[in-house]
């Protein structure tokens, strides 16, 4: 049902849910046309990464990212689109090992910092966790689905997909589409129906984010909700 939720292929323009976008995204020859017109003689390789909400599954992004990028690099992007709201600390979770942005002790272990390459900690088939906010936290599972090298492109990480923005109805009127949602006890609301809301000014506006509701998250100003292709159709 919920994790259901379609996107765009960035290339072609088709929609897939998120396993559908998996096995579409190898065979797409728009994105073969978009790998080879570079022509750039330096290669590189490139992990072909889905990530999504471990809860909130109808949130997914499918992503390529270098293997010369840093762990600290895919924090930050998923920071950027997915979840800063306060600068709260966070830390992936990749074979038992914590990667941290200031590693610090926990347990008498020592955790690891996250100024590591992925070539260096990630292979094909692996899953693995990242977490923000150590108290309301977000959890988002991330599946490394291929590795290819390449033409080396300028962007460490690039979107080839994401969920188009989730469309609910409003929890009140059951009628109009919801455009906030509700801090205090998750109601999501018109903007009809928020005017009357007893909780006040606990409403924060419904976003294209796993996040969405969660502590004073707003969005993201740097991805909008629906991104464009990155080809044009021939
Ligand atoms: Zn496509
Ligand atoms: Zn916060
Ligand atoms: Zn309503
Ligand atoms: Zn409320």
Redesign the pocket.
Known sequence: MADRSKGMCRFCGKEYTKSGMVKHISSCKYRQAWLEQKGNEKQSGYFSIAVGGTYCKEYWLLLEVREDATLADVDEFLREIWLECCGHLSAFLIDGVYYDVEPMESWGRLRKTMNCRLRSVLDVGMRFAHEYDFGSTTELTLTVFDYRVGDRHKDKIVIIARNNPIRVLCDECGKRPAAVV?I??G?VLCEHCMEE???GD?LASLTNSPRSGVCGYEGSEKYPDVLERITEQK
């Open positions: 509700c205090a006890d109601e809301h007893e909780c606990m």
